[in-house]
């Protein structure tokens, strides 16, 4: 083998290499164009090429990543920034968090009420008129504590009473004798 039979198959493959390129190239102006997707596996699906021929040629790689960041021109297209994307991205992503946390704490407060409903319904909640029902547990325990006082100080005058007369029949007992 020479160099001279190899020279053709070198030639092939250069001819190759620069029709694929081209279709490349026309691939990343027609995403630009239109506004498509512009990705290293979207080009190479619209060129009809293998990622690793972009990966292996670093100045269609450079072509990919410089027109997937840039914005888009036309005149049917608004001029929207990859930055001003992705902090739309981010306050999308902060309200998303904040409407998740108000959905549960609404959660909650439905679920509370409704167990509190599930409870007055069967019954074995406490009644309504608890309030009442506790003034009046307040007010007999008083009087309770009342009556004690009143029982205690019977009591004592009844002890004494009781002291007086043993005191009186002790008196008139020795009087007589």
């Known amino acids: 083998m020479t160099s001279k ?17 081209q279709r490349v ?6 995403a630009v164009k239109e506004g498509g997707e512009i990705t290293v596996s979207s080009i190479a699906r619209a060129a009809g090429v293998d990622r ?5 040629h670093r100045d269609l790689l450079q072509l990919i990543h410089t027109a997937a960041t840039a914005p888009p021109s036309g005149e049917g297209h608004p001029q929207v920034s990859r930055a001003s994307l992705q902090a739309d991205l981010v306050n999308a992503l902060e309200r998303n968090a904040r409407l998740t946390a108000r959905v549960r704490q609404l959660e909650n407060r439905l679920s509370q009420q409704l167990g509190e409903q599930a409870w007055r319904d ?23 504590v009342d009556l004690k006082g009143q029982l205690e100080d019977r009591t004592e005058e009844l002890q004494a009473a ?11 007992n020795q009087i007589r004798h």
């Open 122 to 144: 069967s019954g074995l909640g406490a009644s309504a008129d608890i309030d009442q029902l506790q003034r009046q547990v307040t007010a007999l325990g008083q009087h309770i």
């Open 25 to 30: 190239e026309k691939a990343i102006s027609a």
């Open 5 to 21: 039979n190899n020279l053709p198959m070198a030639e092939g493959r250069q001819r190759d290499s620069a029709r694929r390129r």
């Open 52 to 56: 690793s021929f972009l990966y292996r």
């Open 162 to 172: 009781r002291a007086a007369n043993r005191e009186l029949t002790r008196s008139l």
